[in-house]
C-alpha cells in the first residue's frame, strides 16, 4: 500500500461502499499474518483514515457525506469481513461522533468535524476496571484555570494507540460525567500497548493514564445528558458493534466453503464438481446459510430504524426504542452467527494443522473476544421486554 498525504473527500453513499469495498480486498491479504505475529495496523490504518471513511458520518452541513447507519454499518462489516481488528478500531470514532453530534456546540462540531474530514482518527479511554458496575466512573475532571486537569486509568481503549485524539469519559466536580476529547500529544497522558486478548490481537485494546492531563474548556462535551434523555448515542454504539461480528461471521463462513471445496479434496474443480455429498457438511452450511442471510438482513433493518430515529424531527422515546431494539435484534443474532461460523469451520476442518496454518482460526477467536463486549442475554431481555410487555429498553449505550 502506497501511503499519501492527501485525504480523499467522500460525498455518497455508493461512493462510501465502492472504497470500503476497494481497500477490503488489500486488507484481507495480509489479516492472517497480521494477527498470528500481531503486527499492528498502523500503515492500513494511515490508507484507511484516508480514504475518507472515517469522515463519512459527519453530517453534510458540515462537509461530509452524512451516509445513513445502513451504509455506515455495512463499510464496518465490510471492512471487519476483510480484517476483524481493522473493523473494530474505528467503532469508538463513530461513537464519539455521535455524542459530539447530538451534545456538541455548533463551534465545538465545526472544529472537530473538520479535524476528522481532514484524516483524525478518534479513539476512545472509556472502560475502568475495578468500579462497582460497568458503567460507573472515577477518572476525575477538576478544574484549572480556564481549563480542566483529568486524572485517572483507563482500560479497553480501543483505538487509543492510533488515534490523534481520545475521547475520554471523566466525571466532574458536581459527580457528571462528561466526554473530553483529549490530544493524544497531551503531557501527562501514556498509552499503554497491554492489550493480550487471543481474539481481535491488533486491536491496541490497552491501557490509557491520565497524570494531571490539562484539557481545554472547549474540548469538553456534556456525556452523562445523552442518556437522560431519548439520543440513538446507544443503539449507534450498538450496530457498529453488530456489524463487526457479522463481518467476522461472513469471513468465517466464506473460508469454511473455501475449505471443503478445496482443501479437503484439493484436485477438484470447485465450480464444477460437488464439494461433498456427505449430509451432515451440507446441512451445516444450509444452516449456517440461512442465520448468516438473516443476520444481515436484520443488520440493515436496524440501520433504517436507527436512520429514523436519528431525523431530527423524528427523534424521540418511540423512534429511539424501537431502534434501540432493532439493533439488539441484530446484535443477538450477530453475536450467535459469528460463533457459529467460526466454531462449524473447525468441526469441519477438524484436527488439522491447515486450519491454524492459514490462520483460520482467528475468526473463532475474534468472535468470542469481540462478543463479550457486553452481554447478550439483557439483549434477548430488552426485546422480549419491549414485545410482552411494551416497556422501553433503557437509555445506556450498551442495549
Request: charged share 25%.
Amino acid at each position: 500500500m502506497t501511503l499519501s498525504h492527501h485525504v480523499a473527500v467522500i460525498t455518497s453513499d455508493e461512493q462510501a461502499l465502492i472504497v470500503a469495498t476497494d481497500l477490503a480486498e488489500d486488507f484481507k491479504r495480509d489479516s492472517a499474518l497480521r494477527d498470528r505475529e500481531r503486527r499492528l495496523p498502523h500503515p492500513e490504518l494511515e490508507v484507511f483514515s484516508r480514504s475518507g471513511l472515517w469522515g463519512i458520518s459527519v453530517p453534510k452541513e458540515y462537509g461530509g457525506a452524512g451516509v445513513s447507519n445502513v451504509t455506515l454499518a455495512r463499510v464496518i462489516a465490510l471492512i471487519a469481513q476483510a480484517d476483524g481488528s481493522l473493523g473494530q478500531i474505528p467503532q469508538n470514532h463513530f461513537y464519539a461522533l455521535e455524542v459530539l453530534r447530538v451534545n456538541g456546540s455548533e463551534a465545538q462540531k465545526k472544529r472537530l468535524y473538520a479535524e476528522v474530514l481532514a484524516g483524525q482518527r478518534f479513539g476512545n479511554a472509556l472502560a475502568e476496571l475495578g468500579t462497582k458496575t460497568a458503567h460507573d466512573r472515577v477518572t476525575s475532571l477538576t478544574r484549572d484555570g480556564d481549563g480542566y486537569r483529568i486524572n485517572g486509568r483507563k482500560f479497553y481503549a480501543t483505538g487509543a494507540i492510533y488515534a490523534q485524539r481520545i475521547p475520554t469519559s471523566v466525571v466532574d466536580e458536581n459527580g457528571v460525567q462528561q466526554l473530553a476529547f483529549v490530544p493524544r500529544d497531551s503531557k501527562g497522558l501514556t498509552v499503554i500497548d497491554d492489550w493480550s486478548g487471543f481474539g481481535q490481537r491488533t486491536t491496541g485494546s490497552g491501557s490509557v493514564v491520565f497524570e494531571d492531563v490539562y484539557v481545554a474548556a472547549e474540548d469538553v462535551i456534556p456525556f452523562q445528558s445523552a442518556f437522560e434523555r431519548p439520543t440513538t448515542v446507544g443503539p449507534l454504539a450498538q450496530i457498529l458493534h453488530a456489524a463487526i461480528d457479522t463481518g467476522i461471521a461472513r469471513a468465517a463462513y466464506e473460508d469454511a466453503l473455501h475449505f471443503v471445496r478445496t482443501k479437503t479434496r484439493p484436485w477438484i474443480d470447485a465450480t464444477h464438481e460437488k464439494a461433498t455429498d456427505d449430509p451432515l457438511t451440507i446441512k451445516s452450511f444450509g444452516h449456517l446459510s440461512i442465520r448468516l442471510h438473516a443476520a444481515e438482513a436484520l443488520l440493515e433493518r436496524s440501520g433504517e430504524y436507527l436512520d429514523k430515529a436519528q431525523a431530527q424531527a423524528e427523534t424521540n422515546a418511540e423512534t429511539v426504542a424501537a431502534a434501540s431494539i432493532a439493533v439488539a435484534e441484530a446484535r443477538a443474532i450477530s453475536t450467535e452467527i459469528s460463533l457459529a461460523a467460526g466454531s462449524t469451520l473447525f468441526e469441519l476442518a477438524g484436527s488439522q494443522a491447515t486450519l491454524i496454518e492459514h490462520g483460520l482460526d482467528r475468526h473463532w477467536r475474534n468472535a468470542r473476544v469481540h462478543t463479550l463486549h457486553d452481554p447478550v442475554r439483557w439483549k434477548y431481555h430488552a426485546v422480549g421486554n419491549y414485545y410482552l410487555n411494551d416497556e422501553n429498553p433503557p437509555l445506556r449505550g450498551t442495549i
